[in-house]
């Protein structure tokens, strides 16, 4: 099982950038896609996750200027990020556990079985 990510990069403050991950090794159509992210020195945190229904839940940080969505017949996610700003410079991972029916996207680093190797965001201000 592998987890891709890609589509980091430096952008000036306000700018875009859509991050990819593609998970491959086995169908993940019932697995939740999660999106966290890790700023030096600090804890890894939670930015954005899809379920197996397409439902989503966002981070307060990246709410309103950020949009999850999935490819499902190709396994892979794409985090749209807009508004850019230098706070939200970090390493951002994808993630994915088995959907768990009914509930909402899991938001926890400890939920997640699978994760992929980052990519950098760097916001200049």
């Known amino acids: 099982v592998q987890l891709q990510a890609s589509g980091g990069g430096l952008v000036q403050a306000g700018g875009s950038l859509r991050l990819s991950c593609v998970a491959s090794g086995r169908t993940f159509s019932t697995y939740d896609m999660g999106w966290f992210r890790q700023a030096p020195g600090k804890e890894r945190d939670f930015v954005a996750a899809i379920n197996w229904s397409g439902r989503t839940y966002y981070a307060d940080s990246v709410r309103g200027r950020s949009t999850l969505s999935r490819d499902v017949a190709n396994d892979t996610v794409f985090l749209q990020m807009t508004s850019l700003k230098p706070e939200d410079t970090a390493v951002y991972y994808c993630?994915?556990?088995?959907?768990?029916?009914?509930?909402?996207?899991?938001?926890?680093?400890?939920?997640?079985?699978?994760w992929g190797q980052g990519t950098q965001v760097t916001v200049s201000s």
């Open positions: 993630a994915a556990k088995a959907s768990t029916w009914g509930r909402a996207p899991a938001r926890e680093v400890s939920e997640y079985d699978y």
